[in-house]
C-alpha cells in the first residue's frame, strides 16, 4: 500500500517536490564528507537542468546552493562552493523595540493626553489655543466617564488639566461649561432581521 503525503516528512520546498527533497536527504545521511560532496553537486546539476531560469545564461549556481542547504534543514556538511544562506538570514531574530516606561500620572486619561495638553499649553495665547483646551478638557470628560458613567464633576477634570499642564492652563469652572454626554439608549426589541435560508 502506498503511504500518503501526509504521513511522510514535509517537504521543504514544495517546487522542488518528494523526489529532490529525498536526494538531499539522502546526501546529509552519507557518512564520507567528498562522497556526501560529490551527491551534492550531482543534486545541484539536476536541479539546474529541471529548473535551467534558476541558473541563467551565467551559470550562476548560487540560488540553488541555497536551496540545497535550506532542503537540508542546514544540516548538510559540504564544501561549498559558494557562501550559502544560514538559517540565521533566512529567519533573522528582530531587534528588540525600546518601549519607553514613562509613567502616566492619571491612567484613565492616557499618554495621548498628557502629550497633548505639554504642546498646547506651550502655544501662543489666542483662539485656537482656547479651541484646543477645550476639545481637549471635554474629551478628558469622554475617557473619565467611561471609567465612571454615574457621573463626572467637570471641576475635577478642569483640576486634573490644571495638573498635566503645570499650572499653564488654568479654567474656572464657573465659566467653562464643558460638553454633556449622553449614553445612547440600546433598543428593547431584538433585531427582526429574516434569517436567510
Known amino acids: 500500500m502506498l503511504p500518503y503525503n501526509t504521513d511522510m516528512e514535509p517537504v521543504l520546498l514544495p517546487e522542488y517536490g518528494r523526489n529532490l527533497q529525498g536526494l538531499v536527504d539522502y546526501c546529509v545521511n552519507i557518512p564520507d564528507r567528498e562522497e556526501r560532496t560529490a551527491c551534492a553537486y550531482a543534486v545541484a546539476d539536476t536541479m539546474a537542468a529541471l529548473y535551467p531560469s534558476l541558473v541563467g545564461d551565467n551559470q550562476d549556481y548560487s540560488q540553488i546552493w541555497n536551496h540545497i542547504n535550506i532542503m537540508s534543514r542546514f544540516e548538510l556538511d559540504i564544501d561549498w562552493p559558494c557562501e550559502v544562506m544560514t538559517a540565521e538570514k533566512l529567519h533573522p531574530v528582530p531587534e528588540r523595540l525600546p518601549y519607553t516606561t514613562s509613567e502616566i500620572r492619571f491612567r484613565h486619561y492616557g499618554k495621548n493626553i498628557e502629550k497633548m495638553i505639554e504642546v498646547v499649553s506651550d502655544l501662543e495665547e489666542g483662539e485656537e489655543k482656547q479651541t484646543l483646551i477645550s476639545m481637549i478638557a471635554n474629551q478628558m470628560k469622554k475617557l473619565m466617564l467611561q471609567h465612571n458613567p454615574e457621573g463626572v464633576d467637570d471641576a475635577k477634570i478642569l483640576k486634573d488639566l490644571k495638573k498635566y499642564s503645570n499650572g499653564k492652563i ?18 428593547q426589541y431584538p433585531s427582526r432581521r429574516k434569517k436567510r435560508k
Open 170 to 187: 488654568d479654567l474656572d469652572p464657573e465659566t467653562n461649561i464643558l460638553h454633556e454626554f449622553k449614553e445612547i439608549p440600546q433598543s
